[in-house]
């Protein structure tokens, strides 16, 4: 079935960048997105990408998509404390749910 | 605020007794999903409603579970004679058709203890 993997933990100094990783294999996924969930907080939807983009922008956010290799990734520009935050990838494939990998905890060091 | 809203916060039962709870999506929109996280794990979908017609139910979701949508507009899930493997946040979301699986809005989730 469809699968969604992601790193566990990715800790970063607060100003550098950070780049979030994430594979899944449904070779028909048409959107994939990026949601944040901070502690004892509901899911944020933070951006999301067409499978037919390369990239995606949005102020401090930037979003990669290699359909080739099934590869997702998320860059945090100028990382703050309040981007920590578990981020999780999820992948709409052809279905009508969503497939989620497991979360990145991103710890930011003052 | 119009966000999606999920009452009980927290539940506490005991094990065999049954629980139910309920979700407000955002008023406008026609789509509501209900999931179940448990620690260290991303959402699992159990099932949509598009309106008040249950479109898709995941195999977790077994006979145990309920959920409706009556009037199209809030959701409750029922849990009967629940089991401490029932321990878990269930959240709910919901989306406009007009976008699909696009921004669906989470609410704040109900959590779960079994004891």
């Known amino acids: 079935g469809e699968d969604v993997e992601q790193s566990l933990f990715l800790s970063v100094r607060e100003g550098d960048s950070s780049v979030i990783n994430c594979t899944y294999t449904d070779s028909s996924s048409t959107y994939l997105y990026w949601y944040k969930q901070e502690p004892g907080a509901g899911l944020q939807l933070l951006t999301y990408i067409f499978s037919n983009m390369d990239m995606k922008q949005d102020q401090r956010l930037t979003v990669l998509l290699n359909k080739k290799d099934k590869h997702l990734s998320l860059r945090i520009a100028d990382t703050q404390t309040g981007d920590s935050a578990i981020y999780f990838c999820a992948d709409a494939g052809n279905n009508r749910k969503l497939i989620w990998g497991l979360g990145t905890s991103l710890a930011v060091n003052p | ?115």
């Not at chain 2, 406008?28 to 249950?54: M, S, V």
Request: hydrophobic fraction near 25%; include cysteine; proline fraction near 4%.
């Open chain 2, 1 to 115: 605020d119009t966000g999606v809203s999920q009452n009980p916060r927290h539940k506490i039962t005991k094990r065999g007794q049954n629980v139910t709870f309920r979700c407000d999506p955002i008023s406008e929109h026609n789509r509501l999903y209900w999931y179940r996280q448990t620690l260290g794990q991303g959402p699992e979908f159990l099932t949509y409603f598009q309106n008040e017609a249950q479109l898709e139910k995941s195999r977790l979701l077994s006979d145990r579970f309920s959920a409706e949508r009556p009037k199209g507009s809030f959701s409750t899930l029922e849990i009967q004679r629940t089991e401490q493997g029932d321990s878990a946040m269930y959240l709910c979301a919901s989306s406009a058709s007009t976008r699909g699986m696009l921004e669906q809005y989470f609410g704040p989730g109900t959590r779960l203890t079994v004891t």
